[in-house]
Each structure stands twice: as structure tokens, then as C-alpha cells.
């Protein structure tokens, strides 16, 4: 019973691992700013199935929390600090951020 | 007989002579809930961002796996409620931690901390206790993700465990588990309204149970969920789910021994930034026991109802 349940779970995650890498030859880098808790740009563009670099500088003075669900990222970048967040491969749309520590600081990432 | 609140917020009557007047209790209480946090929800738009579907359904889980670089605490605690006769109440509580290191991946373990009271059930021995009663790990991998060109999103998991005290009479044993679920949720209304489901495969052994030297005993549990969820205000969704399961002896589904249909309410709701509960009831309304010849509910491996309750904190 161990053995099967192994090989299931090796399988999975066989597939996974192989899903995480095939696309790691291209990538590409935006940055996003927030100054007086907006983002600028708010909405930002980047292509569509590569890895993104993305770069946050935070111009305030009071630290920010880098936030998406639909990234699935969080990230705690300090006043006038920066931070990157390295995202996976992303299908076309639009993925909306925001700042938790001020959530009507909200942007968005456009994939294409 | 209980009553409840239709979209236009009409009070409706909702007649089932087979739902518990405790499931009518635990509705009202939701909707208590409900009222409480809409009242005291300041959102100044319409607030309908993008949200973790993994705890939205109940007992069933979505497949969501956190952000990366997320952690998480938790009290969960699933309670299995009336068995045919006497007095049955059973509850184990996770005190869980959980991480995201990634994109794909969630873990999450802890200890586990059961209660028994138990009074006058046919083949179980009275108890009153409280005890540590084990610890889990779980990892799920998320294998299809949501998109604007794909509502469907897929989670696997697996959960192993191990318990010193048995789960359903409260007695002292060696008990080893593994639960492997497929996790899936469908966005059929951007941001409002999921459709969850989850298949289950359980398998457990417990070292020796009667003490006679008969070595390990062995079990499974075949399920699948639906589960409907609804976000009537930004931090709240309420739905229903219903989950039909089947017990065997032994590890592979072996031999059939029973099977139960329950359902129930489901209740979802943001604290605060970085803070969630999540409550679900579910009674039993339909079930067989293969011992019990003509029943129409199987208490012998399963309760008349069951609740679940959890409240995290994320930093």
C-alpha cells in the first residue's frame, strides 16, 4: 500500500516539477512603484508564458505589503526599500494586486 | 422545521422533518454571523476582489494554496455528533501552521487535540476525556490553475496522520492514516459564485484495537463532494455542500461495511486582513448499514451530524 501511494505521489509531483521548469529559457522584468500609497503605473504589462521578474519600489517611507491572489504571492518590502518577486509562466489576462497594509492600494499585471 | 432568508430577503419557511432542529440552530446562528459582519463591513466599492477558494466550501476543500511566502494559524475542529442511542460527541482540533514556500505547493502540520464524551451508545464504552491525540502533515500541489481562459482549477493533497487515541471511541491505540484528495473548484461567476468538489480516498490501520494480538486492523473511505458557495457581501460567502461517503475493511476498499449521504450549510468569512473562520454543519440524511439490515442511516461508521469551525490568522 506505501509503495503505491509513493509512486502516486512521486507521479504527481514528477509532472509538477516538470511544469515548473519547461518555460525557465525566457523571462522577462517589469517594476512597479508605489509612491503616497498608489501604484505607479497601476497597471503594468509583461508577456504572456515566460517567468517575470517583478521588481516593487516602495518610495514611501512606511513600509508595504505586496499582495496578489491571483499571483499567489505576498511580499513585505520596507519604506523606501525594494523587492523582487519572481512569478511563474502566466496565461494571458489580468491579475490584480495590492498593497495589504493599504488595501485601496490596488494595481494590476496585463499578460499577453 | 426552520426557518431561513431568500435573495430578496424574505423570511421563508424551509420544511424537512429529516434536518435536525441543531442544523436549524447552527443557520440561525450563521445567519447572526452574517448580519454581524455585513454591519460592520466598511467596504467604499463594490469590493468583489480575487479570493482563496480553499476554505469557501466547508468540509469541502478548494483548491486554492496559499500566496507565496503566506503563514498561517490555525484552530480547526471537526466535530462528529449522535450516534443511534445515548449520548456521542467527538471532536479533534488541528493546531495547524501552514506555509506556501511557492507557487504550487502548501504544507501544512501540528498536533491534533481530541475530546470524547460519550454516555450510554451500544458498543462504546462511557467516556469524559480530553487528550493530545496526534499529529498531521499535509501537502497539496496545485496541478491545473485558474485562468481567464480556464475557470477550473485542481489541487491534490496528501494527508498523513497519526493518532494515539481512536477517533470515534476515544480509546487508546496506535492509529496510522493517509487521506488523498483531489481538490477541485469552478469559477461560474467572476469574483461570486464557486462550484467545489473534492474525491476522497482514505486508508487507515489501527495496531491491535481490541487488544486480543490480532495485529492491524485495517479501513477506507471512498467520497466525493459538491459543494455551491455564494459571496453575498465582499468578506462573506454562504453556501451548501454534500458529501456521500463509503467505508470498507481494508486498505483498498476491500469490503463494503456502509455508506452515508450528508449535507449542509456552509459559512465563510474575512475577520479582517489577515484573519478568516470558516463553519460548516452537516447532517446525515440518508445511509446504510450493511450490520443493520433495512436502515436508513448508518451510525456504525458514521454520526447523525457532523460540524466543522476554523478560525486563522495569517502573517
Not at chain 2, 27 to 50: E, K, N, P, R
Not at chain 2, 164 to 181: H, P, Q
Not at chain 2, 185 to 191: C, F, Q, R, T, Y
Not at chain 2, 200 to 205: H, K, M, P, R, V
Request: glycine share 10%.
Amino acid at each position: 500500500m506505501i509503495g503505491t501511494i509513493a509512486r502516486i505521489l512521486l507521479a504527481a509531483f514528477v509532472v509538477g516539477g516538470t511544469c515548473l521548469c519547461v518555460n525557465a529559457q525566457q523571462s522577462a522584468s517589469v517594476t512597479v512603484s508605489v509612491k503616497n500609497h498608489r501604484f505607479q503605473p497601476a497597471e503594468i504589462h509583461a508577456p504572456a508564458n515566460v517567468p517575470i521578474e517583478l521588481r516593487v519600489k516602495n518610495l514611501d517611507s512606511a513600509p508595504m505589503e505586496f499582495e496578489s491572489v491571483s499571483l499567489r504571492v505576498e511580499k513585505v518590502v520596507t519604506g523606501n526599500g525594494e523587492g523582487i518577486i519572481r512569478l511563474r509562466p502566466l496565461a494571458p489576462g489580468r491579475y490584480e494586486f495590492f498593497d495589504d497594509f493599504h488595501q485601496e492600494t490596488r494595481g494590476a499585471l496585463v499578460t499577453k | 422545521m426552520c426557518l431561513n432568508m431568500d435573495g430578496d430577503g424574505n423570511l421563508k419557511k424551509i420544511a424537512s422533518s429529516r434536518f435536525p432542529r441543531t442544523s436549524c440552530i447552527a443557520l440561525i446562528a450563521a445567519g447572526v454571523s452574517i448580519a454581524a459582519i455585513a454591519g460592520s463591513s466598511a467596504q467604499g466599492q463594490d469590493g468583489f476582489y480575487d479570493v482563496e477558494t480553499k476554505y469557501i466550501f466547508g468540509f469541502t476543500e478548494g483548491s486554492g494554496v496559499g500566496l507565496e511566502g503566506e503563514k498561517e494559524f490555525s484552530l480547526e475542529s471537526i466535530a462528529r455528533i449522535g450516534k443511534a442511542d445515548g449520548r456521542y460527541w467527538a471532536s479533534e482540533t488541528k493546531l495547524e501552521y501552514e506555509f506556501t514556500p511557492n507557487q504550487y505547493i502548501q504544507f501544512e502540520l501540528g498536533p491534533l487535540v481530541s475530546t470524547h464524551v460519550i454516555k450510554d451508545v451500544t458498543d462504546l464504552e462511557n467516556r469524559n476525556n480530553l487528550a493530545m491525540s496526534g499529529f498531521f502533515g499535509e501537502v497539496r500541489y496545485l496541478v491545473l490553475e485558474r485562468s481567464a481562459s480556464s475557470p477550473l482549477a485542481i489541487t491534490l493533497s496528501a494527508e498523513p496522520e497519526w493518532h494515539r487515541i481512536d477517533e470515534t471511541s476515544g480509546a487508546r491505540v496506535t492509529n496510522l492514516g493517509l487521506e488523498l484528495k483531489v481538490n477541485a473548484d469552478l469559477e461560474l461567476i467572476k469574483n461570486r459564485l464557486f462550484l467545489g468538489s473534492n474525491l476522497l480516498y482514505e486508508a487507515e490501520g489501527t495496531r491491535d484495537p481490541d487488544h486480543i494480538g490480532a495485529g492491524w486492523e485495517k479501513e477506507s473511505i471512498g467520497g466525493v463532494s459538491a459543494a455551491l458557495s455564494y459571496r453575498i457581501i465582499p468578506s462573506v460567502f454562504v453556501g451548501a455542500e454534500a458529501w456521500y461517503l463509503r467505508h470498507y475493511d481494508g486498505s483498498f476498499f476491500n469490503a463494503f461495511t456502509g455508506d452515508a449521504i450528508f449535507v449542509g450549510p456552509t459559512l465563510y468569512a474575512q475577520l479582517g486582513p489577515k484573519a478568516f473562520m470558516t463553519a460548516a454543519w452537516n447532517a446525515q440524511v440518508s445511509g446504510h448499514d450493511v450490520e443493520v439490515p433495512g436502515s436508513t442511516l448508518n451510525f456504525g461508521e458514521f454520526t447523525r451530524s457532523r460540524a466543522k469551525l476554523k478560525f486563522a490568522v495569517e502573517f
